[in-house]
């Protein structure tokens, strides 16, 4: 935890932000038996301005929704943050068949009684932890009334036929919604109106440099400054619908740097990892001459990493 709070402030995040999460962790510790749940930070995500907002709303109380396109870092954050705050994680991906037996739990029969097993929202608000409500727009509105109670100021879960259930006080719930998925919707004014809203900005060049760099310490920096490029390409052709956002993929090019590195070359790994995520022939043509304009197809690990 010292080690990320040191990265924070060495990238400028306000240092009494980072002391209301210091005093948080101290006035809530978390239940040890979670503590396989607290995240670990294998990598950092980079921007000041959307650290402090997060840190903000998650000291007032509040709920967080991060909002933006993919290839953002939203999920990144929420592992962050939970990191941070040394918050055991559930997380719930949405998807258009949720519904409140999946959030908050549902009856079993375990041979000899019926039971009830408790859901990852349950299991947040007891014990005080992090949801991660993931994709929050891919389920439909009704499914999601169950939560209401949870987010607003009641802070409770009504479980019928069972106990009323009064949210940690240390609890909170992240959600993340991405614009133009194909199943997505809107979200009512009642569930948005529950959450802090943050729109996440396309990471910037320089920070995607400082990811890969923190990622592949021993990337030779003309290599990783060409990565760089071409996602940025990559995302300018999806702004101008000339690919799809398919292509556009953060975990795809350090996917590719990884298959690099357990040696492939440069061209099969992004094929892989870039080129294959579309299905469509004349749209990997584009991606692949893009992509070939910036990384020649016969790189190996020797040339990609200096170590």
Avoid at 10 to 39: M, S, T
Avoid at 49 to 67: F, H, M
Avoid at 94 to 106: E, R, V, Y
Wanted: net charge negative; aromatic share 8%; with cysteine.
């Amino acid at each position: 935890m010292a080690e990320l709070t040191e990265l924070l402030e060495k990238e400028g995040v306000d240092k009494g932000l980072l002391a209301g999460a210091a005093e948080f962790r101290k006035a809530y510790p978390a239940d040890p038996d979670f503590a396989d749940r607290i995240p670990e930070v294998s990598a950092l995500y980079y921007g000041k301005t959307v650290w402090e907002e997060a840190v903000a709303v998650l000291l007032s109380g509040r709920n967080l929704l991060l909002a933006g396109p993919k290839a953002t870092g939203k999920n990144l954050l929420c592992e962050n943050l939970a990191a941070l705050f040394g918050r055991p994680v559930w997380n719930v991906s949405f998807h258009i068949g949720t519904d409140a037996a999946g959030l908050i739990g549902t009856d079993t029969f375990d041979g000899e009684k019926v039971s009830f097993r408790k859901g990852p929202v349950y299991m947040s608000a007891e014990k005080g932890g992090f949801c991660i409500l993931d994709e929050i727009n891919m389920a439909r509105n009704e499914s999601l009334a169950v939560l209401h109670a949870a987010l607003d100021h009641r802070r409770i879960i009504d479980v019928p036929g069972y106990d009323l259930i009064r949210v940690d006080r240390a609890a909170r719930f992240i959600a993340t919604m991405n614009y133009g998925y194909a199943g997505t919707r809107d979200l009512n004014e009642a569930l948005s109106s529950r959450f802090a809203i943050i729109t996440m900005p396309q990471i910037t060049e320089e920070n995607m440099l400082r990811l890969l760099q923190r990622n592949f310490p021993d990337i030779s920096e003309r290599i990783a400054g060409q990565f760089v490029k071409l996602f940025g390409e990559l995302a300018r052709k999806a702004e101008k619908s000339e690919i799809s956002d398919r292509a556009v993929d953060m975990r795809g090019m350090l996917d590719a740097l990884d298959l690099i590195r357990q040696g492939l070359s440069s061209g099969q790994a992004l094929e892989l990892t870039i080129v294959s995520k579309t299905f469509d022939r004349y749209e990997q043509t584009l991606i692949r001459d893009c992509i070939g304009s910036r990384i020649p197809a016969d790189l190996d690990r020797s040339l990609v990493f200096t170590g």
